[in-house]
């Protein structure tokens, strides 16, 4: 039998085929330009799915099953994405819209909660019962496994753990408060602060690696310069790490999970965004004196995570 999941983000659309080993095996992409009109994005959103049907090598009546991990508040119920700031979504009907458009019935989920069940079955997730998986993209995105199952609250609004304060009256947010950890901790942020490092210090040998625009910054910048012993480029990631690890161990405060991954495109600097969390982290946390404590690590399946968690969502009705 064979699954697809979409993985709606705020910049890519990534849909994949996924056999029963949790391989996926056949891949589309398109791009979301959001914002835009919904009935745009989930015409594109069909094509994807189509392409990666063909990359497999199948036909549409060969996938069981069909799931969306989508950003922002959405109702699994009805399958309606209540809102999302990132895609300036509100009551879309999205299930309803690629049914559609391909024939067959959606399972639709937040898409950090998606890559969350997707590292929680075959990742490093694994073996849990208590879970949580933070995601750092165009937001900051939480998936929370509390004994075995996804929690999203009474209303399937909660696990927005990207929105929580971090400094009360700080960066504004696109939720509309102001200090929300995503406004600090997602790869927007780190791309917004390394702009604002480089036009401080003229002589940072991030201009070099951006070829003097700051239209090529990304989220590697700061970091590859700090491997160059850029001292700008250090005090940059060193400040990242501390916004991130704050609203990690709040997120450890609360819940106390087995393990704690950290996904995103941000998580493949491995260790050296890892470890110097774990210390942070460390000093902290309330539960200093516990026996147990949570492990912190990288994602396992990186991109592919919200792919093979959305294709999975039947098993949670």
């Known amino acids: 039998m064979y699954w ?34 919904a009935e745009q994005i989930v015409d594109d959103m069909a094509e994807a799915a189509r392409m990666a049907i063909a990359d497999a090598g199948l036909r549409l009546s060969d996938i069981a099953s069909m799931g969306v991990g989508s950003p922002g508040a959405v ?3 009805t399958g ?3 809102t999302s700031n990132n895609l300036q979504f509100n009551n879309v009907p999205l299930c309803e819209m690629l049914k559609a458009r391909l024939g067959v019935d959606f399972y639709l989920e937040n898409d950090a909660s998606a890559a969350a069940y997707g590292e929680f079955i075959a990742g490093a997730g694994r073996g849990t019962k208590d879970f949580v998986a933070i995601t750092l993209g165009t937001g900051v995105g939480g998936g929370i496994i509390l004994d075995g199952k996804l929690f999203s609250g009474f209303n ?10 971090i400094d009360y009256e700080g960066e504004p947010c696109t939720c509309g408060r102001k200090g929300c950890w995503e406004a600090y901790a997602s790869a927007t942020a780190l791309i917004r602060q390394t702009k604002a490092a480089m036009e401080a210090d003229k002589d940072s040998v991030m201009w070099t690696l951006a070829e003097r625009n700051l239209e090529n910054v990304n989220g590697r910048t700061a970091f590859d310069a700090m491997r160059q012993n850029d001292a700008t480029g250090r005090r940059v990631v060193d400040q990242y790490i501390r916004y991130i690890a704050c609203g990690l161990s709040n997120v450890i405060n609360i819940f106390q999970p087995e393990i704690l991954c950290i996904g995103g495109g941000i998580s493949k600097e491995g260790e050296t965004l890892i470890a110097p969390l774990r210390r942070l982290i460390e000093e902290e946390r309330f539960s200093k004196n516990v026996e147990k404590q949570t492990v912190v690590k990288a994602a396992e399946l990186g991109n592919d995570a919200g792919i093979i968690g959305a294709a999975f969502l039947c098993r949670l009705h």
Do not use: C, F, S
């Open 4 to 37: 697809l999941g979409i993985d709606l983000g705020g910049t890519n659309i990534a849909t994949g085929v996924v056999d029963e080993n949790y391989q996926i095996i056949g891949r589309g992409r398109m791009k979301t330009r959001a914002p835009r009109p």
């Open 75 to 77: 109702n699994p119920e």
């Open 80 to 82: 309606v994405i209540a």
């Open 156 to 165: 399937y609004a909660g696990g927005e753990l990207g929105h929580m304060v």
